[in-house]
């Protein structure tokens, strides 16, 4: 147990349509990733929360994308209009602010069709 | 840029074999470096890190790496292999803030 619960674990969607994932760590007081993982390749970092504050955002999240962690404590990822080259595992992590070690969640797997 | 490269993606090794898997990072100032596990249908998990100190960093399960400044490298190594580290295995390095991870290694281990 990696104290980080994602929901849902599977999403699939209808191009166009909007879609948001949860990611619940364990503690309110630590910082928390998104990585989007396609095959056969490793987790691309999206972005990243310090407790509240979103400090910083990768090229790869577009307009459509959008991630919020209100009160410091579980985040979500909401992604508008999605697309098929959205489908991927998206990736939730966390760490404690005294370390770099990430403990990752199980993922939500998203399959735009 | 950060980067990490792995240089192996598929390896398939009988049991009781030796094991290195090759990765090489680029960045600039100090980084801190991960090799992540991940067997099938589960999360991914850390097997070691280095942050500074010792050079040859021991992890879980037998595995170790070693930090060669001079190479940009923090190859992953297992005297002996088991059927049971059968699983996708990712070097990733932080530079500032962000973590970059590679693509991978999917190794397979004959019994």
């Known amino acids: 147990d990696t104290g980080v619960s994602q929901n849902p674990r599977h999403k699939i969607t209808k191009r166009g349509q909007n879609v948001t994932f949860r990611c619940d760590p364990i503690?309110?007081?630590?910082?928390l990733y998104w990585y989007r993982q396609t095959l056969g390749q490793g987790p691309e970092f999206l972005t990243y929360?310090?407790?509240?504050?979103?400090?910083?955002k990768s090229r790869l999240l577009s307009d459509r994308f959008s991630a919020e962690r209100p009160k410091g404590s579980f985040s979500t990822l909401e992604i508008q209009r999605t697309e098929q080259g959205d489908s991927a595992m998206y990736l939730c992590a966390w760490t404690r602010q005294d370390s770099y070690e990430q403990y990752f969640g199980p993922g939500t797997r998203l399959t735009v069709t | 840029a950060q980067s990490v490269s792995q240089h192996n993606h598929h390896v398939i090794l009988s049991e009781a074999a030796s094991l290195e898997l090759g990765c090489n990072y680029s960045y600039g100032g100090t980084v801190n470096l991960f090799w992540y596990v991940q067997y099938p249908g589960q999360h991914l998990q850390l097997l070691l890190k280095y942050f500074s100190g010792d050079p040859l960093v021991k992890g879980i399960k037998g595995f170790e790496a070693e930090f060669i400044k001079s190479k940009f490298s923090f190859n992953l190594r297992k005297p002996s292999v088991q059927w049971s580290d059968t699983a996708e295995y990712f070097c990733?390095?932080?530079?500032?803030?962000?973590?970059?991870f590679g693509i991978g290694t999917k190794l397979q281990v004959i019994p």
């Open positions: 503690s309110e007081h630590n910082r």
């Open positions: 990733a390095a932080r530079g500032y803030q962000k973590v970059t």
């Open positions: 929360f310090q407790n509240e504050a979103q400090l910083e």
